[in-house]
């Protein structure tokens, strides 16, 4: 890398003037003509400035406004089927003209999954699917686990009984990210339940905090009760169609807590389209 | 094609009328977009500094993930395509003001231009604001400063020298050297557990 002997007393000012064209809310790219090492500190700049406390989140007009617009590209019907296998082995479709974006772009093999968010806004396409008379929905309306019934699973150890105090334990196994609790709703006996931390409004994880019991979202303020309930004393501004966080079951085995998750191969390559199990797909090749 | 959707009011109660074969992928999609909208939205703002580009990169990153979805996607999942697209996109942005001939993608990729990496690593949101902390707590104490003032606090040139008690042309030099060394040490902070 080049030494501070090389840089030029307008580096420093066309720095500042980019820094400062972003503080004012505008557009600033940097200088044209960049060497490697400007660059990087352009760039570093522009990490930064997602620090700064304006940054954040996207707005929700824009998040509105996007999604409408890909909505209106999803009903275009599919420009080019592939003939071989390359679009996935799980029947897709054969037909080109009646097949929209939206089908491709989870059928079959198509995996939404596993980001971290698992199990934000399941329950909401569970409800909506209700009435329906969709072939592709293959779960019931109510009560659906938020692992499918066809997926393998494993029970996952997160601490012991002994360990646990009063705090909620985070735990992280094969894409679900979540938190186990005492529930102490019930006094009168000894309850362990398990949670998904993806909150249910857009899927960032959720913090623990045990001053006052509470799941509290970094991204949009929703918060959850001890037991991942919504915390209505705080009213979550306004977001009607909040969920609790979806539980997942545990067991105690010579005091170890465990928890039920999807098996590391969870690929469920026996579930059609649409059916939720696309969830727990791995992202990633370990 | 926006005729059948054109009779619902709202997403939720209303029935899709005649769309019903599509409406779990609907649901899906809705699901997918809202899980990974902040996701791209912070990872191209990390890219770009401000809000219009943001919002813009980001637009163009979801609709050419949606076009190219039939076509381009093969057997990537929707997700590591939506990074993928993501990546050549605000690869493409930066391009564009390097002048450095780059000669192929990867070699741009290689350089640090990497998109989110992977689930494992955004896992407890270790997204770009995890990652500038980290990078501040391994700078040396002026160098942090003055990055903490500018960008944290979002302070003008004028506030952060007054804070710091010194010149405003200390301050240019200091914040520029100080980019440096974070761009210099990124790397070792980002992959260190």
């Not at chain 1, 909620?168 to 998904?196: H, L």
């Not at chain 2, 005729?3 to 709202?10: A, D, F, S």
């Not at chain 2, 649901?27 to 996701?39: G, H």
């Not at chain 2, 391009?95 to 741009?108: A, D, G, M, T």
Request: charged share 20%; hydrophobic share 35%.
């Amino acid at each position: 890398m080049s030494g501070e002997d090389q840089e030029r007393f307008e580096d420093y000012l066309e720095l500042e003037q980019y820094l400062e064209e972003l503080q004012a809310g505008h557009i600033a790219h940097p200088p044209a003509e960049m060497t490697p090492a400007q660059a990087r500190v352009y760039r570093m700049a522009a990490l930064f400035r997602s620090a700064s406390p304006e940054a954040s989140e996207p707005r929700p007009e824009f998040a509105q406004a996007l999604q409408a617009k890909l909505e209106q590209e999803l009903q275009q019907p599919v420009t080019a089927v592939q003939s071989s296998g390359k679009q996935g082995k799980q029947g897709k479709q054969k037909q080109p003209s009646r097949v929209s974006r939206r089908r491709a772009l989870f059928a079959g093999g198509a995996a939404v999954a596993a980001s971290l968010a698992i199990g934000a806004g399941i329950d909401r396409v569970i409800e909506q699917v209700g009435s329906n008379n969709a072939s592709t929905a293959t779960y019931t309306p109510t009560d659906t686990p938020l692992i499918a019934a066809d997926v393998p699973t494993i029970w996952h150890p997160v601490t012991t009984l002994a360990k646990l105090g009063n705090d909620a334990v985070p735990f992280s196994a094969n894409a679900i990210v979540g938190y186990v609790i005492r529930d102490n709703s019930d006094p009168t006996k000894e309850t362990i339940i398990a949670m998904s931390a993806a909150c249910t409004h857009m899927g960032c994880i959720v913090n623990w905090q045990n001053s006052d019991r509470t799941f509290y979202c970094p991204c949009h303020g929703s918060t959850f009760t001890a037991s991942g309930g919504i915390d209505t004393n705080t009213g979550n501004w306004g977001v009607h169609y909040l969920r609790p966080l979806p539980r997942l079951n545990t067991k105690v085995e010579n005091g170890t807590i465990y928890v039920e998750v999807p098996a590391p191969s969870a690929t469920s390559s026996s579930s059609g389209a649409g059916g939720q199990t696309v969830w727990l797909r791995k992202t990633n090749q370990k | 094609m926006s005729t059948l959707r054109g009779q619902q009011g709202h997403r939720g109660q209303t029935q899709f009328v005649g769309v019903e074969r599509d409406t779990v992928n609907a649901q899906e999609f809705q699901t997918f977009y809202q899980e990974n909208l902040s996701l791209i939205y912070r990872f191209v703002y990390s890219k770009v500094g401000n809000r219009e580009e943001a919002e813009d990169l980001t637009s163009q990153i979801f609709i050419k993930a949606v076009r190219g979805v039939d076509t381009e996607r093969g057997e990537l999942s929707m997700q590591k395509w939506l990074f993928q697209v993501a990546r050549t996109t605000i690869a493409d942005y930066w391009r564009s003001y390097y002048r450095i001939s780059v000669s192929s993608l990867e070699e741009l990729l290689d350089a640090g231009w990497e998109g989110p990496a992977n689930a494992e690593e955004t896992v407890f949101n270790v997204g770009p604001t995890e990652r500038v902390q980290r990078i501040l707590q391994a700078l040396p104490e002026h160098y942090r400063e003055v990055l903490h003032c500018r960008f944290l606090l979002n302070l003008s040139i004028r506030d952060t020298a007054l804070k710091m008690g010194l010149s405003e042309a200390n301050i240019k030099v200091l914040q520029f050297r100080a980019l440096k060394r974070a761009a210099d040490m990124e790397k070792v902070v980002a992959e260190t557990p």
